[in-house]
């Protein structure tokens, strides 16, 4: 049951919100983002009106796990109303209603990965016989999925940066068991990672991800880093700078939507490119006005239709046909028709690129868990 203070922001965006139903110059902003909106409503006033009225046991669960949870929504809103927050509200709800599960078959996939992923198979703790752990690389679930060799060569040259000082750890975030609403069991597997840190003694946390980013600066009281603020602070390997001098690659840079709003980690990004010598221009909605990838909020595992309009519309929006991210998931997710994708990876440490070397790199999730297993296997040489 929806407790005063969730059923209060609900009241406060249906009150709020400037929509008019039946007029065309109504507002509406939030709809022209959003393809999830449209779907399932006339406009954000009509909608959480219904859920105050109807109640949200007597709505659609789909509607509200249908949102990407990337924040579009608010920024273009006049009166700034927090959408996102009450579909979250939503989700946990739900779950909870039946026993701290999703409702929804579709995250049956986003489970079995959430309980793959902390199998030994998978993941790496730290090493037994550390004690203080001065930096602890975490690479999260995508990227060593994406590229074993990668993950490795990111914390060799962090070593050979950082006196031999870091060690590793593969693991997940649990951010996808939040985003489905199971907040328990989030929680139970949160706490888990947060004892391994402590009981390590662990100093600094280094993420190549964004979303391990955002949960760990939400909810640790460790300092974390993103390895993309990093690098410019230790330097990119030497034989590497100025490697893309020459080439005739130019792509767009894609920013993830849960750090929209981190200046540092977009800015670090640009000047590893710039350090590489690569050429790139800016989407029209970048940095803290990026678009979504349509990976968010696991949208993909029960509203497939939405996530591929979100993601057609960000890879078509491309100006140069080519797209760098530095997320692994976004890579992914944006390799739509001709559009071809990068991991900033692929240039820190490859050889110099051309647009003839650009391949389609997208595989079946058996390659991703392979992928996982390698990474595992490199972490601990």
């Known amino acids: 049951m ?24 109504s507002c509406k902003l939030c709809m022209k983002e959003c393809p999830m909106m449209y779907r399932y409503t006339e406009s954000p006033k009509e909608l959480f009106s219904e859920y105050l009225e109807k109640g949200y046991a007597n709505m659609d669960p789909k509607i509200a796990f249908s949102c990407n949870l990337c924040d579009q929504c608010k920024l273009v809103c006049p009166k700034k109303l927090d959408l996102k927050s009450s579909f979250q509200d939503l989700r946990n709800e739900y779950s909870k209603d039946n026993g701290g599960k999703s409702p929804l078959k579709g995250h049956k996939g986003v489970e079995i990965h959430q309980y793959l992923g902390e199998t030994k198979l998978f993941s790496k703790d730290i090493d037994s016989q550390k004690v203080n752990v001065k930096y602890l690389f975490f690479p999260g679930c995508s990227l060593s999925s994406y590229s074993p060799s990668g993950v ?83 330097g990119l390997p030497e034989d590497k700078i100025n490697i893309g001098i020459g080439s005739d690659l130019k792509f767009n840079i894609h920013d993830s939507c849960p750090t929209r709003f981190e200046k540092s980690i977009q800015d670090g990004v640009r000047w590893i490119v710039d350090e590489l010598g690569y050429q790139y221009e800016e989407f029209e909605y970048s940095k803290e006005k990026t678009r979504c990838c349509g990976l968010g909020g696991m949208v993909a595992s029960v509203a497939s239709e939405i996530s591929e309009e979100v993601r057609k519309k960000r890879a078509e929006s491309s100006s140069t046909g ?11 997710a944006l390799e739509v028709g001709e559009t071809k994708t ?33 990474t595992k296997i490199e972490l601990k040489k």
């Open 342 to 374: 990068l991991h900033i990876v692929d240039l820190i440490f490859g050889e110099q690129l051309s647009k003839k070397d650009l391949k389609k790199k997208n595989s079946n999730p058996l390659k991703g868990w392979i992928n996982r297993y390698k």
């Open 322 to 332: 080519n797209i760098l991210t530095y997320c692994a998931g976004c890579r992914e």
């Open 2 to 25: 929806l407790n005063e203070i969730m059923k209060s922001k609900m009241k406060y965006i249906a009150d709020n919100c400037l929509a008019t139903s039946g007029k065309k110059s």
């Open 152 to 234: 490795k060569s990111i914390l060799n040259h962090l070593n050979d940066k950082l006196e031999n000082n870091v060690e590793s750890m593969l693991a997940c975030c649990s951010k996808p068991t939040r985003d489905i609403g199971e907040v328990e069991l989030f929680s139970r597997k949160f706490q888990k990672l947060e004892e391994q840190f402590k009981e390590k003694n662990v100093e600094k946390i280094v993420v190549a991800c964004q979303s391990c980013y955002k949960m760990f600066k939400e909810n640790l009281d460790i300092e974390t880093v993103s390895l993309w603020e990093l690098l410019p602070e230790i």
